[in-house]
C-alpha cells in the first residue's frame, strides 16, 4: 500500500517521498529532512492539544489541501502528528500511508471528520477554490497510473481510487 500511495501522492502533487520496492517485502524511502509534528512544540498548546492556529499553517496551505485530498481519495484516516513532517521550508510532508485501504467512499472512514487534521480541513468551499485546471491535471495524473494498478492485479483499488476523487469533485460542484 505504501509503495501505491506515494504514486498517488505525486499524482495530487501532495509532497510525499517517493516509495521505492526493492523486494518482494522490501521498500525504500528516502530521509526527509525536518521534524515530525508531533516534535513540533509551536503545534501544541498545553489545554486543547494541537495549536489550531498554528496547525492551519500546514492544513490551510495549498499542500494541506492536496494531502487531504490524497488521504480521502486512498482512505487514509489516519494522517496523524507521527505521520507528517515539517521540513525546512516549514511545509508539511506527508509518509507513512500504511493504513490506507483503497476503500469505496461509500464504506470510507476518511469521508467524515477524523483525527486526521488534513481532512478535517478539507472544506467543500476549499474545494471550490481550485480551478478547473487542478481537478484535470490531477485527473489526468491518477489516469497515469491505471497500468501500475493493473500489473500489480490490484484494478479495484484503482477504481475506488477514481471513484473517491470523483465524490471529491462532486463535492466541489456542489
Not at 68 to 90: A, C, E, H, L, T
Not at 147 to 171: I, M, Q, S, T, V
Request: charged letters at 25%.
Amino acid at each position: 500500500m505504501l509503495f501505491r500511495s506515494a504514486l498517488v501522492s505525486d499524482a495530487f502533487g501532495a509532497g510525499a517521498p517517493p516509495v521505492i520496492r526493492i523486494g518482494n517485502s522490501d521498500i525504500w524511502m528516502p530521509f526527509v529532512e525536518g521534524r515530525m509534528a508531533v516534535l513540533v512544540p509551536e503545534l501544541w498548546d498545553d489545554h486543547t492539544g494541537f495549536n489550531r492556529a498554528v496547525l492551519a499553517r500546514y492544513t490551510h496551505s495549498e499542500r494541506g489541501l492536496r494531502i487531504g485530498m490524497m488521504d480521502f481519495s486512498i482512505d487514509n484516516d489516519d494522517r496523524n502528528p507521527g505521520n507528517w513532517i515539517v521540513d525546512p521550508n516549514d511545509e508539511a510532508v506527508p509518509y507513512d500511508h500504511g493504513q490506507a485501504t483503497f476503500l469505496p467512499f461509500r464504506n470510507s472512514r476518511s469521508y467524515r471528520p477524523s483525527y486526521d487534521p488534513f481532512l478535517s480541513a478539507m472544506t467543500t468551499p476549499r474545494l471550490r477554490q481550485l480551478p478547473f485546471a487542478h481537478w484535470f491535471r490531477i485527473q489526468a495524473n491518477l489516469d497515469a497510473l491505471e497500468p501500475d494498478f493493473a500489473a500489480r492485479n490490484r484494478p479495484e483499488w484503482y477504481r475506488n481510487l477514481k471513484n473517491n476523487f470523483g465524490e471529491l469533485r462532486r463535492r466541489a460542484k456542489r
